[in-house]
């Protein structure tokens, strides 16, 4: 059994979401190109998060449908967005997986670096990586700070609620390759914020389906 990996119990866990359903939720936020393979990992996925959640806290949200909308659909919209179908994606705080593992479901070339400090966490992300098959993904334990990757190493840095994202914008600026892109799912005050630091090109922020107060900011490190 994985390290810290929850003790399964007697009753079915996740009865919850047809692909079918997971599909109608995905509609707004770009997923309608998902096909019944990719549909089925991400069922997978929520049956294994909504497992783990009971000793580990992955996600405060226990409502199937809000999972798969804020966590799943929020992720995925980035390739709505932006041509992500290939390249290297440096998922930072990744947490339970977030945006990292959806986007990789929905573009499986995409090769991604999912970089998170907690041990419990980086079980959790491995047990997922290993139940849905995933080659090209990473799971590295460590602050992004602490993590030496070489200059021009990712298309993608991506980040949802971290935080210090001044500090995560210097360390971007290094190790994207030029041309690439820092993504940041964030509130609007946090969004207006960041649009000022002045050697970044940023684009204008993009209001999140379905949510009131978060955006999708995308931005280019200046020369």
């Known amino acids: 059994m994985p390290l810290n990996a929850p003790m399964a119990r007697n009753e079915n866990v996740n009865e919850n979401l047809s692909r079918d359903e997971i599909a109608h939720i995905l509609l707004p936020y770009g997923g309608k190109a998902l096909t019944d393979s990719q549909l089925a990992s991400l069922a997978k996925y929520l049956e294994?998060?909504?497992?783990?959640?009971?000793?580990?806290?992955?996600?405060?949200?226990?409502?199937?449908?809000?999972?798969?909308?804020?966590?799943?659909?929020?992720?995925?919209?980035?390739?709505?967005?932006?041509?992500?179908?290939?390249?290297?994606?440096?998922?930072?705080?990744?947490?339970?997986?977030?945006?990292?593992?959806?986007?990789?479901?929905?573009?499986?070339?995409?090769?991604?670096?999912?970089?998170?400090?907690?041990?419990?966490?980086?079980?959790?992300?491995?047990?997922?990586?290993?139940?849905?098959?995933?080659?090209?993904?990473?799971?590295?334990?460590?602050?992004?700070?602490?993590?030496?990757?070489?200059?021009?190493?990712?298309?993608?840095?991506?980040?949802?609620?971290?935080?210090?994202?001044?500090?995560?914008?210097?360390?971007?600026?290094?190790?994207l390759k030029p041309g690439g892109h820092v993504i940041l799912w964030l509130g609007t005050e946090d969004s207006n914020l960041l649009t000022r630091v002045k050697y970044w090109n940023w684009a204008l922020p993009i209001k999140i389906p379905e949510s009131r107060q978060r955006v999708l900011l995308m931005g280019t490190p200046k020369p």
């Open 48 to 175: 294994l998060l909504t497992r783990w959640n009971q000793t580990i806290p992955l996600t405060s949200i226990q409502d199937d449908t809000e999972v798969v909308a804020r966590h799943f659909g929020e992720s995925i919209f980035a390739g709505s967005l932006l041509p992500m179908s290939r390249g290297r994606l440096a998922d930072v705080g990744s947490g339970a997986g977030f945006p990292g593992l959806p986007l990789k479901i929905a573009f499986p070339e995409l090769q991604v670096t999912l970089l998170e400090p907690n041990i419990k966490k980086c079980a959790f992300l491995r047990e997922v990586q290993s139940a849905l098959g995933l080659p090209g993904v990473d799971v590295v334990r460590n602050r992004y700070e602490d993590f030496h990757a070489a200059p021009g190493s990712f298309d993608f840095v991506c980040s949802r609620a971290l935080g210090g994202y001044k500090r995560l914008l210097l360390w971007s600026k290094v190790v």
